[in-house]
T-cell receptor, first 109, second 114 residues
Framework: EDQVTQSPEALRLQEGESSSLNCSYT??????LFWYRQDPGKGPEFLFT???AGEEKEKERLKATLTKKESFLHITAPKPEDSATYLC??????????FGAGTTVTVRA | DSGVTQTPKHLITATGQRVTLRCSPR?????VYWYQQSLDQGLQFLIQ???????AKGNILERFSAQQFPDLHSELNLSSLELGDSALYFC?????????????FGSGTRLTVV
């Protein structure tokens, strides 16, 4: 069974304090790894898709990287508006998308 | 507005009842996915439809069923409801069967079973 484990569960940062979120996974055949952002009471918002080890994607203060066993989401110089739950998901060749439990990031001004 | 429309936004019903959740995908998207999100389980994949056909199935209970209609909207039917079915139910859509471009999620239906 496909498994996605995210760590830490929660992260409290000071504004400007860079950090990284981890997503480790086991999947029968990886079609893609996705990162989403979810605000309370709202649906997840798509951030990135990574397809192969070594791939990197960037968007504003966020950078996602992928290895054969894990992915990292780096947050550089975060601002309070970056506070959210960040979800990692893997899609197997059978099209199923399995989500991790998420990392809740709180950025204090 | 993500372009994926879910109705109703909130639903309160009693145990044993049956409800229908509706989803209109983003314009042009052929794939629809249903997810359940509860506090202790995270986002759980239920089922995927692509252009009217069932494409993939996750941990969907036998009491739950779904379909996608010719106009591509989808409905998730939940029957014999139990307290444990209380959760947020999300619909997502994508433009291809594999969803490689990322899924677009709706704002969800919050179901409370009392």
């Amino acid at each position: 069974e496909d498994q996605v484990t995210q760590s830490p569960e929660a992260l409290r940062l000071q504004e400007g304090e860079s950090s990284s979120l981890n997503c480790s996974y086991t999947v029968s055949g990886l079609r893609g790894l996705f990162w989403y952002r979810q605000d309370p009471g709202k649906g997840p918002e798509f951030l990135f898709t990574l397809y192969s080890a070594g791939e990197e994607k960037e968007k504003e203060r966020l950078k996602a990287t992928l290895t054969k066993k894990e992915s990292f989401l780096h947050i550089t110089a975060p601002k309070p508006e970056d506070s959210a739950t960040y979800l990692c998901a893997v899609q197997a060749y059978d099209y199923k998308l399995s989500f991790g439990a998420g990392t809740t990031v709180t950025v204090r001004a | 507005d993500s372009g994926v429309t879910q109705t109703p936004k909130h639903l309160i019903t009693a145990t044993g009842q049956r409800v229908t959740l509706r989803c209109s995908p983003r314009s042009g998207d052929l794939s629809v996915y249903w997810y359940q999100q509860s506090l202790d389980q995270g986002l759980q994949f239920l089922i995927q439809y692509y252009n009217g056909e069932e494409r993939a199935k996750g941990n969907i209970l036998e009491r739950f069923s779904a379909q996608q209609f010719p106009d591509l909207h989808s409905e998730l039917n939940l029957s014999s409801l139990e307290l444990g079915d209380s959760a947020l139910y999300f619909c997502a859509s994508s433009g291809e069967a594999a969803g490689g471009g990322g899924y677009t999620f709706g704002s969800g239906t919050r179901l409370t079973v009392v």
